[in-house]
Each structure stands twice: as C-alpha cells, then as structure tokens.
C-alpha cells in the first residue's frame, strides 16, 4: 500500500490565507510588516529563491525591499546596509540570501543582522534561544516540518526521529525541534557507520542531505513517517527533473506517510518566513506575538 502523501502546497496556501488577517490587522494599526532580502551573486538558485521569496510577501500583503549586490561587492558594504536596514523602523525581517561568494565571512554577515530582525533564525543569539526551547524565530524549513507534521496528527512525543543532515540551517535546528517536541532524536552525518541500522529504527525519518534519492527503500521503517527536505536537480540524461532526497518511488511502498518533491516541504519554508516576518511586526507593535499563530 503507497504511503499517503503530506501536501505541503496545500497547507501552505492555508497558512499564507490565514496570514492576511494577521496583516490586515497590523495595516490597521498603521504597521505593515516588511521584509529586506539581499542577494549577492548571480546563482540562479537563489535569484529563483529570491523571487519567490519576494513574490510571496506581495501576495499576503507585506512589503519587500530586495537589495541585489554584483559577486565582487566588498563585505564592507553588505555590513553597512544590514546595520541601515537594523535600524529601519519599516524593515522587521532581514534575510541574506545564502550561500555568499568565497570571500564573504558567513558568520560575521549572519551576526551583523540584528537578532529582533533575524527572521532566518541563524543569530548566535537565536540559535541559543531554540536550544533552550524558547526560540524567537524559528528557522523556516525546519518550522515548516514541524507544521506538516502537527496538521497530519503526528505527535513526536515518545517517537524515535532520525535526522540524516547537521547543518546549521536544517539538520541541527530540525533535532532541537524534535528534542522539545519530546522525540529521541538520532543525528546521522556523512561520518555516520552504518547509517541505515539508524534510520530503520525512525518512526520519523527526515532526510537533508542534498543528493538525489539518497534515502533507500531498504533503509525505512515499516510504517514510517518520512520528511524529505533535499530539492535536487537531475541530470539531463537522467530527464533534468527536480527530485529529493528520498527515492520516493521506491520509499513510498514502505512508509506510511511521506512528503513529495516538489510539493512537500518546499512551499513550507517560504511560508514560515512569512510568519516570522508578520511575528516580527507583531512584537514591534505591541501585540507579543508567539508561535501559536503561525
């Protein structure tokens, strides 16, 4: 029996509805929540994600600054802009589009945006607050897994949960989150032995490593709920069509849910950089918006 599917498209739409009241209601109070993005570079990954990004603020009603900086621009100038945007009262979100040309120290951009306007979620300072378990911003794609998973019944609470990944931006954000949520919670990395002894014992598996159907029929629980985080692309030989880190067909006949590429947990992470941005305006103008909304 095929796995039933968690439509992350559909969910997203419901959120993204939702939201526009929540905007509405700032608009009256005379804030509208807005959203700087910087780009540096030409990669057309990001000029997609961008765009996205930016398409989808016009759409619930926020505003959007995007800010483009040609690949050689000097880091001193990024710096300078993000210390302008901190202090811009119509400005409550900051992004900057990763990953930065060779000669940008990531670090010292990401610690530049001030942690109240961090809606990535990548601060020093708010990756401290989600290993406490008392996040301000949560990072968007693992926050979006965390609402698939909460509007499809799946409590992870005395559930084990495998996380194929370690990166600040996913893999490590996503266990805190599995943590507080009451799962055990297994980290499996590229140094990982034996990593499918790991992953069968997943009742939630998610997987975000960035190759292409990484994740093997033969390494998933029966039963298991499976979180595919990876977008990659195909080569033109194999069709040039974007697949994930689970070989979903293949993966779909043993779990009992599963998210799709693309459809899944992509439409999720934009989403919840939305509500970030509208919690940031929200705290600003007094209302101590939490995550209850979202």
């Not at 969910?11 to 939201?19: I, K, M, N, S, V």
């Not at 603020?57 to 621009?73: I, M």
């Amino acid at each position: 029996m095929s796995a039933r599917l968690i439509d992350g498209k559909t969910l997203a739409e419901e959120l993204r509805t939702a939201f526009k009241a929540r905007v509405a209601a700032l608009a009256a109070r005379g804030q509208r929540p807005g959203l700087a993005v910087i780009l540096i570079g030409e990669d057309p990954a990001s000029q997609v994600y961008v765009r996205n990004k930016v398409n989808a603020c016009e759409a619930a009603g926020l505003f959007s600054q995007k800010l483009v900086y040609p690949v050689d621009v000097a880091q001193a100038e990024v710096l300078a802009k993000l210390a302008e945007l901190n202090a811009d009262p119509a400005i409550h979100g900051i992004l900057v589009q990763l990953p930065l040309p060779r000669h940008f120290d990531e670090k010292a951009v990401l610690e530049a945006i001030a942690p109240a306007k961090d809606v990535d979620g990548f601060h020093a300072e708010n990756a401290g607050a989600l290993a406490q378990g008392a996040p301000r911003f949560i990072p968007c794609t693992p926050y979006g897994v965390m609402k698939m998973l909460e509007a499809n019944g799946i409590d992870p609470a005395g559930r084990e949960a495998v996380v194929i990944g370690r990166s600040n931006i996913v893999g490590k954000p996503m266990a805190l989150l599995l943590i507080n949520a009451g799962a055990t919670v297994t980290v499996c990395h590229s140094r990982t032995r034996d990593l499918a002894a790991h992953t069968r014992r997943a009742d939630i598996l998610v997987a975000a490593v960035g190759k292409p159907r990484f994740v093997t029929a033969d390494m998933v629980k029966p039963g298991a709920v499976v979180i595919d985080v990876g977008i990659n692309r195909l080569p033109p030989e194999e069709g040039g069509k974007l697949c994930g880190d689970v070989d979903f067909n293949a993966v779909k006949d043993v779990a009992a849910l599963i998210t799709p590429v693309p459809g899944g947990v992509g439409p999720m992470t934009i989403t919840m950089l939305l509500a970030n941005t509208i919690e940031a305006a929200e705290r600003e103008a007094g209302r101590g918006g939490d995550k209850r909304h979202a």
